[in-house]
T-cell receptor, first 111, second 115 residues
Framework: GQQLNQSPQSMFIQEGEDVSMNCTSS?????WLWYKQDPGEGPVLLIALYKAGELTSNGRLTAQFGITRKDSFLNISASIPSDVGIYFC???????????FGTGTRLKVLA | DTGVSQNPRHKITKRGQNVTFRCDPI?????LYWYRQTLGQGPEFLTY????????KSRLLSDRFSAERPKGSFSTLEIQRTEQGDSAMYLCASSLMGQINEKLFFGSGTQLSVL
């Protein structure tokens, strides 16, 4: 079945650094959703992408819909301690409204 | 707009007992999703409703699991004869059907612990 792989699996960064992570699929997606999840809470939607090549920002976050439609990227600029958490990508499997999630990128920020 | 609401937030039960969780979606949202998440993993799709119709179910949803959305508003997820392997966070999400740019919004989840 379709799978979403996220890279890196986890990362430690210094406060103030920029962060990049990606999400890749074995098949084409028409929508990419990026979420952040804190421990014991549900995922919170950060950015939604709907078109190949689309670049969308939300504050210090910027996400891009890959032109092959098999990948997406999330960048966080000037990281701060509250950026700590797990970041997930998600998208609907082809021909359905069943959204699957990636494996997650765990971000830890060193103050 | 109060967001997606899930109750209870936490549930501890003994193996073999039945449990029921409730999800209240965002008021105008007509699609409702259930996911299960275990520690260190991403959410796994269980099922989704479009209005009151349950349109897709995952193989993860064994015969002991049943979900309903009787009037197309709130939904319940029941687990019968719970097993320790059912321990997980159960997440509910909702979206607005018909929007070209669909977005899923999640509740805070129900954390189930089966002893």
């Amino acid at each position: 079945g379709q799978q979403l792989n996220q890279s890196p699996q986890s990362m430690f960064i210094q406060e103030g650094e920029d962060v990049s992570m990606n999400c890749t699929s074995s098949s084409i997606f028409n929508t990419w959703l990026w979420y952040k999840q804190d421990p014991g809470e549900g995922p919170v939607l950060l950015i939604a992408l709907y078109k190949a090549g689309e670049l969308t920002s939300n504050g210090r976050l910027t996400a891009q819909f890959g032109i092959t439609r098999k990948d997406s990227f999330l960048n966080i600029s000037a990281s701060i301690p509250s950026d700590v958490g797990i970041y997930f990508c998600a998208g609907p499997t082809s021909g359905t409204y069943k959204y699957i999630f990636g494996t997650g990128t765990r971000l830890k920020v060193l103050a | 707009d109060t967001g997606v609401s899930q109750n209870p937030r936490h549930k501890i039960t003994k193996r073999g007992q039945n449990v029921t969780f409730r999800c209240d979606p965002i008021s105008e949202h007509n699609r409702l999703y259930w996911y299960r998440q275990t520690l260190g993993q991403g959410p796994e799709f269980l099922t989704y409703f479009q209005n009151e119709a349950q349109l897709e179910k995952s193989r993860l949803l064994s015969d002991r699991f049943s979900a309903e959305r009787p009037k197309g508003s709130f939904s319940t997820l029941e687990i019968q004869r719970t097993e320790q392997g059912d321990s997980a966070m159960y997440l509910c999400a909702s979206s607005l059907m018909g929007q070209i740019n669909e977005k899923l919004f999640f509740g805070s989840g129900t954390q189930l612990s089966v002893l």
